[in-house]
């Protein structure tokens, strides 16, 4: 157990590090506009994200000095949504955070996607989300146990659906 809180804390740390902010824009959708409509539970205009209301997600810590990393909490599950200034490859990102030491299992990836378990008696899934939008990337980072990914997969989904990038103010 103390093992899978130091691997945890040491991926969100992982990805606090690899991550951050600057201005990201862009058009707006009819997806944006339904969203317009909720309240927004995490608004940062200098890094140019707003993030509207998902069930009960709470934003729990906000780190914004060069970069942005705003960690948020929903039941056992976390999610980290980072902007970046600069366009960086999943294997960049990866690299960054050292994701090849042997404790943890692929389960699937691609460009945009890489999703993992640790390698422990309590697994933790971690999923990781790019979008390149204008010389930025938005990273968003899901966090839970094994056994409750299928259960929350819908909430998660909703949120990073949720996450719009706006102007950002000068």
């Not at 927004?40 to 810590?61: C, P, R, V």
């Not at 948020?72 to 999610?79: D, M, P, S």
Request: aromatic content about 8%; charged content about 25%.
């Amino acid at each position: 157990m103390l093992k899978i809180k130091k691997l945890m804390v040491g991926l969100l740390a992982g990805a606090m590090l690899a991550t951050g902010c600057s201005s990201v824009s862009s058009t707006t959708s009819d997806g944006e506009a339904q969203a317009e409509s909720k309240s927004i539970i995490y608004e940062n205009m200098d890094a140019g994200l707003k993030i509207y209301e998902s069930n009960q997600w709470t934003l729990e810590q906000e780190v914004f000095t060069r970069n942005l990393n705003a960690t948020f909490q929903y039941e056992t599950v976390k999610a980290i949504v980072s902007l970046i200034p600069s366009e960086k490859s999943m294997d960049q990102i990866k690299q960054e955070l050292q994701l090849g030491d042997g404790l943890i299992t692929i389960l699937e990836e691609n460009d945009y996607f890489f999703s993992f378990h640790t390698n422990q008696k309590e697994g933790i899934r971690s999923d990781l989300f790019l979008v390149h939008d204008q010389g930025k990337t938005l990273i968003v980072t899901f966090m839970s146990p094994m056994d409750d990914f299928e259960r929350y997969q819908e909430d998660m989904n909703q949120f990073k659906n949720n996450i719009k990038l706006t102007e950002q103010e000068s």
